[in-house]
């Protein structure tokens, strides 16, 4: 039997990078009797989510709603764009443009990976410069898309998007831009409309403060243009018939409804609070957060301030420690689940996440257990980090807009 009914005293620190901790509130909203998703309530539901949710992605045009992880909304936003064979600028910023990067294989484009080189090149964001050189070099226009991830979850560095696409612009290049932001949504700045994005790709269980289980394609009218010509394969995640159902509020076959309500909890505690004062907050923790790994005496993973994560931080450790001891120590000491290092940063670096359902204290215990277990595994820290975000945080209360 699985030992799902271990439960250490008091509560456990989820400070992973997704799935973020869930508000009780959006907790018992998911609690309520599943309904027909057919019928009239449900319809009222569905109009009443795709309304709100263009909020948060800042535009004016349709927002797909899959009952999937974020992955299938990455594959969707594929499937419904390109053909067979289709060239695909990729950068490489992490581990997740890398998956990314493969899906595109498998599906059978002909992704271009462009990116820095090496473990180092994973500490900086997108190179809008080497993206528009390498369009302006494709005069034929064979480029089809330029795909980058926003919010690179295991580096903590989120790119200049509006800088993308700029370098689009000046290239004079037609090619689509599809952004990942399934980490950055909701807690970093993004404006889907304003940066001229034809697909945003999403998901649930970041900055929505949702479980997994839902995610998102944000479309711009040239992307439906495109995708009514596009080739690849699809049928589960095509946009036409989820469009016309979505029309009523409905979908073509049965959607997560428990995980709708959750989503409707979501963008009202969102929309209430204010999307502008979420971000600000976001920024703040991440700062307290830098604050403590620089007292730690440590090197933060994003090496260009511009392009320090919001939504999580890379704190790498000495060279001859391995960060993943360093997460079992704290995991099994304090009970407390960081993100580990993922492909060129495995062993390098651990992950603390600033988003969901945080504030000032949990993340200072957070950083306690960060503290405490990184001296129980050897490491000779400089000074106190929790001391240091402390001081941050009293010295930094939150302005809030509204
Ligand atoms: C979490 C994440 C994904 C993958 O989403 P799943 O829900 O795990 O399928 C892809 N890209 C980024 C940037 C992510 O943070």
């Given at each position: 039997?699985?030992?799902?009914?271990?439960?250490?005293?008091?509560?456990?620190?989820?400070?992973?990078?997704?799935?973020?901790?869930?508000?009780?509130?959006?907790?018992?909203?998911?609690?309520?009797?599943?309904?027909?998703?057919?019928?009239?309530?449900?319809?009222?539901?569905?109009?009443?989510?795709?309304?709100?949710?263009?909020?948060?992605?800042?535009?004016?045009?349709?927002?797909?709603?899959?009952?999937?992880?974020?992955?299938?909304?990455?594959?969707?936003?594929?499937?419904?764009?390109?053909?067979?064979?289709?060239?695909?600028?990729?950068?490489?910023?992490g581990h997740f443009a890398t998956l990314w990067q493969k899906m595109a294989v498998r599906l059978g484009l002909e992704p271009e990976f462009i990116g820095l080189p090496g473990y180092e090149g994973w500490r900086?964001?997108?190179?809008?410069?080497?993206?528009?050189?390498?369009?302006?070099?494709?005069?034929?226009?064979?480029?089809?898309?330029?795909?980058?991830?926003?919010?690179?979850?295991?580096?903590?560095?989120?790119?200049?998007?509006?800088?993308?696409?700029?370098?689009?612009?000046?290239?004079?290049?037609?090619?689509?831009?599809?952004?990942?932001?399934?980490?950055?949504?909701?807690?970093?700045?993004?404006?889907?409309?304003?940066?001229?994005?034809?697909?945003?790709v999403s998901g649930s269980q970041k900055g929505l403060m949702l479980p997994p289980g839902i995610s998102f394609n944000a479309l711009s009218p040239k992307a439906i243009e495109v995708s009514k010509a596009a080739?690849?394969?699809?049928?589960?995640?095509?946009?036409?018939?989820?469009?016309?159902?979505?029309?009523?509020?409905?979908?073509?076959?049965?959607?997560?409804?428990?995980?709708?309500?959750?989503?409707?909890?979501?963008?009202?505690?969102?929309?209430?609070?204010?999307?502008?004062?979420?971000?600000?907050?976001?920024?703040?923790?991440?700062?307290?957060?830098?604050?403590?790994?620089?007292?730690?005496?440590?090197?933060?993973?994003?090496?260009?301030?511009?392009?320090?994560?919001?939504?999580?931080?890379?704190?790498?450790?000495?060279?001859?420690?391995?960060?993943?001891?360093?997460?079992?120590?704290?995991?099994?000491?304090?009970?407390?689940?960081?993100?580990?290092?993922?492909?060129?940063?495995?062993?390098?670096?651990?992950?603390?996440?600033?988003?969901?359902?945080?504030?000032?204290?949990?993340?200072?215990?957070?950083?306690?257990?960060?503290?405490?277990?990184?001296?129980?595994?050897?490491?000779?820290?400089?000074?106190?980090?929790?001391?240091?975000?402390?001081?941050?945080?009293?010295?930094?209360?939150?302005?809030?807009?509204?």
């Amino acid at each position: 039997m699985l030992k799902l009914d271990f439960h250490p005293s008091g509560r456990h620190f989820l400070q992973i990078p997704g799935p973020s901790p869930v508000p009780d509130r959006i907790l018992r909203a998911m609690s309520l009797p599943t309904i027909d998703h057919r019928g009239p309530e449900f319809g009222a539901l569905g109009l009443e989510l795709l309304a709100k949710i263009q909020k948060i992605f800042k535009t004016k045009h349709p927002v797909i709603i899959y009952p999937a992880s974020g992955t299938g909304a990455w594959e969707a936003a594929l499937a419904n764009t390109m053909s067979p064979g289709d060239r695909v600028l990729m950068f490489e910023t992490g581990h997740f443009a890398t998956l990314w990067q493969k899906m595109a294989v498998r599906l059978g484009l002909e992704p271009e990976f462009i990116g820095l080189p090496g473990y180092e090149g994973w500490r900086h964001g997108v190179q809008a410069d080497m993206i528009e050189a390498r369009l302006k070099e494709d005069s034929g226009h064979d480029i089809k898309a330029v795909c980058v991830v926003h919010n690179e979850t295991s580096t903590g560095v989120t790119s200049n998007i509006a800088a993308v696409r700029r370098a689009i612009d000046a290239a004079g290049h037609p090619a689509l831009l599809i952004v990942d932001t399934i980490s950055g949504l909701a807690s970093a700045d993004f404006r889907h409309d304003e940066w001229g994005v034809d697909v945003t790709v999403s998901g649930s269980q970041k900055g929505l403060m949702l479980p997994p289980g839902i995610s998102f394609n944000a479309l711009s009218p040239k992307a439906i243009e495109v995708s009514k010509a596009a080739k690849l394969p699809k049928s589960f995640w095509a946009w036409d018939e989820i469009l016309e159902a979505n029309q009523n509020g409905y979908w073509p076959y049965t959607p997560s409804t428990n995980l709708l309500y959750g989503l409707n909890e979501a963008l009202d505690m969102l929309l209430d609070e204010g999307l502008e004062n979420v971000l600000a907050r976001h920024q703040r923790w991440a700062a307290g957060v830098r604050t403590a790994v620089e007292a730690w005496g440590l090197e933060i993973q994003c090496q260009e301030p511009e392009v320090y994560s919001p939504v999580l931080t890379g704190v790498v450790v000495p060279e001859e420690i391995d960060a993943d001891e360093v997460r079992k120590i704290i995991y099994e000491r304090f009970d407390l689940s960081l993100g580990t290092g993922l492909g060129k940063a495995k062993g390098k670096m651990f992950r603390i996440g600033h988003l969901g359902d945080c504030n000032d204290l949990t993340l200072i215990a957070t950083l306690g257990g960060c503290e405490a277990g990184m001296k129980l595994a050897g490491i000779s820290l400089k000074g106190s980090g929790v001391a240091a975000a402390l001081d941050y945080f009293a010295a930094n209360p939150l302005n809030r807009a509204v």
